[in-house]
């Protein structure tokens, strides 16, 4: 009779854990995250594909997206940061939400409308409503991309922060397990959405996005609710808090000195207010037209006096390069005779190496302290991307400055007529002539001499993906630990425009030498790019440990230096 109770009882514990596992913050929070990020996988797959199929296989859209969306994040980060830090953080978690789900939702529908009647849009107003389809496509698709980055630094920059409370593991496994899910997201969702379209259609492919993201917006909504009752501290931000803290302060001083009722003081507070209302409205328009850039201006300035400015810098640096599995390596992978379904493989092993990444930066972290952890990361991934500079020079690489990367520009512009200096033949055979297709149809990949070159190019791009995912958690996790509450919006926005600014640079760069020839010459800035990063993030290291910082078994003191203006962890 005991055991049988025993057993029940036991049973019964069991079950309240896991529902207590099942129903906590941070498992609600990484539900959560998974449904969004889900929805961002697919649709930003999707949505290149769409723009592709629409201009007649032409990358022009894509190309107009892309930048129209890195030159948004890279003007309003700021904007959106300070939006966030200034609102309550449920309100902001919400609309930036709705605003998404809703943009892509509508996005979907116009989609649809177009491919279900473009020939009818064509031939109406000589095909400017075409083309107005196009642009509020792109439009509304950059809208949803801006409302993702602001869900994104108030949930993964701030939320998490709070969930974890002071306990420092609590946050770096968190930051993990999100990382991981980002991971497994962007092979899943992809690989869904494309069998829909490849074994369907487009048309069903949209309304298919469209109906995930409606029904992922109500979930989200729900979740967002649930983790903000079961986390108290979501409703106070730490420079609300101390505001109020100050003025209560100097009112309380304020009575004592002046001997007054608390009701006369209640009562000065609020004439006090209405005369500062006043005043604001007085202000003007043109005050208010130029909030915008004094919020740029503010949020750049507070940017470069964190302590962690080198940090930051040294991962936006990590984004202008072309070792990453891309549109531009993967192009270039099958001008060196990589079949599909090889490249598919390698960026499985791509998502694996990252995997392994976030799962080593929470054992390094625990043994050798958070900037160590960067510092190792660092040494561990440009160790890796060695072997990319060992390929471009490897047996099979088509490595040539001789050949100009402007002859195909020039023959598209002024016709066979263009002459230029020609170079020694390269050793991938001509791919077939696409251009008056209308189709993309490949008969079979290019032939090279060796695959030593591009064999040794991927390895160092697989490798370094532990090194390079492990670094981009420990300079997240600074960032997070290390700016004051009331900035981390304004931080984080800014920290997103630099990542999309050296992106931009890097589309640049591919655009000045597009010609597989000239490829070695962007890895090789690639790899610079990456070891001036390092640097950086060597400088703000130093700075912070001194020599402590080659003692990989010490604990870590003190991680930044002390700042009036910043907390110092420990």
């Not at 006043?278 to 300035?301: I, N, Y």
Request: charged content about 15%; some cysteine; hydrophobic content about 45%.
């Amino acid at each position: 009779m005991n055991v049988t109770m025993e057993s029940a009882g036991s049973t019964k514990r069991c079950c309240e854990s896991v529902r207590d596992v099942f129903t906590s913050a941070k498992f609600l929070i990484y539900l959560g995250h998974a449904l969004s990020t889900w929805g961002d996988r697919m649709w930003n797959f999707a949505v290149a594909v769409f723009l592709v199929e629409l201009y007649g296989n032409s990358l022009l859209l894509t190309a107009v997206y892309g930048l129209v969306v890195a030159g948004s994040v890279l003007l309003l980060g700021a904007i959106i940061g300070d939006w966030v830090d200034k609102n309550p953080r449920l309100k902001v978690a919400q609309t930036s939400l709705v605003v998404q789900n809703s943009a892509v939702i509508l996005c979907g529908i116009l989609l649809m409308l177009v491919f279900q009647f473009k020939e009818q849009l064509t031939e109406l107003y000589s095909g400017w409503l075409l083309t107005t389809c196009y642009i509020m496509v792109i439009s509304t698709a950059n809208i949803a991309n801006l409302a993702s980055t602001a869900t994104s630094i108030t949930i993964q920059r701030d939320w998490i922060v709070v969930v974890a409370g002071e306990d420092r593991n609590k946050l770096a496994d968190m930051n993990a397990t999100v990382r991981i899910i980002d991971q497994l997201t962007n092979i899943l969702a992809p690989m869904l959405v494309g069998q829909i379209m490849a074994f369907s259609s487009h048309l069903i492919g949209c309304g298919f996005i469209s109906g995930w993201n409606l029904f992922s917006m109500c979930l989200e909504y729900c979740l967002l609710w649930k983790v903000y009752q079961k986390t108290p501290a979501l409703a106070i931000k730490g420079g609300q808090k101390e505001v109020d803290q100050e003025m209560k302060q100097l009112n309380s001083q304020k009575d004592m000195e002046s001997g007054e009722a608390p009701a006369e003081a209640s009562q000065l507070m609020s004439e006090s207010a209405v005369v500062k209302a006043d005043t604001e409205k007085s202000a003007g328009c043109c005050h208010q037209m130029t909030e915008p850039l004094r919020t740029f201006r503010h949020g750049w300035v507070a940017y470069y006096n964190q302590n962690v400015f080198f940090a930051g810098m040294a991962l936006a640096f990590l984004y202008m390069t072309v070792l990453g599995f891309d549109c531009i390596t993967t192009g270039y992978a099958y001008t060196q005779g990589l079949s599909p379904s090889i490249l598919s493989l390698l960026m499985g092993a791509s998502a694996i190496s990252g995997i392994f990444g976030t799962v080593a930066f929470t054992w390094v972290r625990r043994k050798c302290g958070l900037i160590r952890t960067g510092f190792l990361s660092g040494v561990a991934q440009l160790s890796c991307l060695m072997l990319c500079v060992f390929s471009v020079f490897a047996p099979g690489s088509p490595f040539d400055l001789t050949v100009s990367p402007f002859k195909d520009i020039l023959r598209h512009l002024f016709g066979e007529n263009a002459i230029l200096p020609e170079g020694p033949t390269p050793s991938v055979a001509p791919v077939v002539d696409v251009t008056n297709s209308s189709t993309l149809l490949f008969e079979e990949a290019p032939q090279v001499e060796s695959y030593l070159s591009v064999s040794l190019l991927f390895a160092g791009v697989i490798a370094a993906r532990v090194g390079l995912w492990s670094f981009d958690l420990s300079v997240t996790q600074l960032i997070q630990e290390n700016v004051i509450e009331s900035e981390r919006g304004v931080i984080n926005g800014v920290q997103n425009s630099m990542n999309y600014l050296l992106d931009l640079l890097h589309f640049i760069m591919v655009i000045l030498a597009p010609n597989p020839e000239a490829f070695g010459l962007l890895v090789i800035i690639s790899v610079s790019f990456v070891a001036m990063g390092h640097v950086m993030y060597f400088r703000f290291a130093y700075k912070s440990l001194g020599s402590r910082l080659f003692l990989c078994w010490a604990p870590e003191q003190k991680e930044v230096p002390s700042n009036t203006s910043l907390p110092t962890t420990v």
